[in-house]
Structure formats: C-alpha cells, structure tokens
C-alpha cells in the first residue's frame, strides 16, 4: 500500500553537530521526494526535494540522499543552529490515478545551544 | 504574488453539525490537495481536485466531500461532525502533479469538535 516511514520521531543534538533523518517508501515507481519543516503553529514549509534521476541533492547545510534500489531517503542538516528546531516531514509522491503526495510520522528536531 | 489562503483560520462546532472550510490556491496552480493533520501526526491525505473534478482520495469516509471552482478555489465539506474530526485542515496548490510538483501550503484551519 502507499506508506512513507520516517525515524526517528524525536531527535535532540547540540548546536553544531549533524542530524539526520530517514525514511522508506513503499512504491517503487515512486520519483519525487520532498522534505518539509514545520514549525510550531505554522504551514509545512518546502525546504528541499529530490527526483529519482539524483542519488544526492544540496542546499547550503541541507542535503537530501536517495537509495532508489532499497527505496530509501534521508535528510542531512549540517552545523544544525537552533533555529532548525522544528518537525521535519519527509514525503514520497505516488503515481496511481494522477497522483498523490503521502507524508512520513514527523521528526520533531531540538537543537540545544 | 498571494500564497495559499484559507479561510476560516479557527472554526469550533459541536458533534454532529457541518462544516464547510475554504482555499485559494496560490497563483498560478490548477491543482489543489486538501490534508488533515492530527497534533503530532503527519498530514494525511484526504483528496485532491483537478479541473473541478476529485482525481484522488485518501481513506476518508463520504462524511468528507469538496468541490473546486472554475477560478482553481475549493471547499472541503465534512458532515456529521465528530470529535476525532478535530485537527488542522490544511490545504496545498500545485501546479498539475502529473510529474509530481512541490505543494505549497495554506497556514490551515484548526477545527475543534466539542
């Protein structure tokens, strides 16, 4: 069935370290991966994406990697500040009948000064 | 350039009333996706509407319907209202998702069922 699993659901690091988030699809002719921040009280926010045709995709601190064979993607935050504090949501897009976006669980990210 | 718009922002009603809650897409988007999202939960899809018509559906009963207007803005209706119906509705543009398209989000209605 349609299925997007996302761990962890908590993540503490220190200001400055890394963090990194995982998920797996279930769909194989799956080929669009975005990734969302939400913070408290606020709109889902696109902060990167990726399409199957990329194994790797980077935007300053932020990297997306893909494993299209294992049907597996992740997130990557560099020197996290405390303002990355939020939840984090990964998403697979589904092709049947016109096609869907379904989301992970959420990763709630604290990054601790 | 607007983003997504709903309306209302905050709704309360009681068990078993109707509710009608409301979207404009972003300019320039023909598609629109309507999600229910529960505290701490993901959003979960509930349907998506293209040229007027409903394309997809999530699993959610009939109680939850929705229409798109000719100007791409759309409605989704839940009747019967139930207390696990409270959450934030939030509704996503896109610019036909044939290919898969970035959603762009509303800030969302809070529904709260007493």
């Known amino acids: 069935g349609e299925n997007v699993e996302q761990h962890p659901s908590t993540l503490s690091v220190q200001e400055g370290d890394s963090a990194v988030i995982k998920c797996t699809y279930s769909?194989?002719?799956?080929?669009?991966f975005p990734w969302y921040k939400q913070e408290l009280g606020k709109r889902p926010q696109l902060i990167i994406d990726?399409?199957?045709?990329?194994g790797e995709k980077k935007d300053q601190r932020i990297a997306v990697t893909l494993n299209k064979t294992a049907k597996h993607f992740s997130l990557h935050i560099t020197e996290t500040q405390p303002e990355d504090s939020a939840v984090y949501f990964c998403?697979?897009?589904?092709?049947?009948?016109?096609?869907?976006?379904?989301f992970g669980q959420g990763t709630e990210l604290s990054v601790k000064p | 350039d607007a983003g997504v718009t709903q309306s209302p922002t905050h709704l309360i009603k009681t068990r078993g009333q109707q509710v009608t809650l409301r979207c404009s897409p972003k300019?320039?988007?023909?598609?629109v996706s309507w999600y229910q999202q529960a505290l701490g939960q993901g959003p979960q899809f509930i349907f998506q509407?293209?040229?007027?018509?409903?394309?997809q559906r999530g699993n959610f009963p009939d109680r939850f319907s929705g229409h798109q207007f000719p100007n791409y803005s759309s409605e989704l209706n839940v009747n019967a209202l139930l207390l696990g119906d409270s959450a934030l509705y939030l509704c996503?543009?896109?610019?036909?998702?044939?290919?898969?398209?970035?959603?762009?989000f509303g800030n969302g209605t809070r529904l709260t069922v007493t």
């Open positions: 996503a543009s896109s610019f036909s998702t044939a290919l898969g398209s970035p959603l762009h």
């Open positions: 769909d194989s002719a799956s080929n669009y």
């Open positions: 990726i399409r199957s045709n990329v």
């Open positions: 998403a697979a897009f589904y092709y049947n009948q016109g096609g869907k976006l379904i």
């Open positions: 300019s320039g988007h023909d598609t």
């Open positions: 509407y293209y040229e007027e018509e409903e394309r």
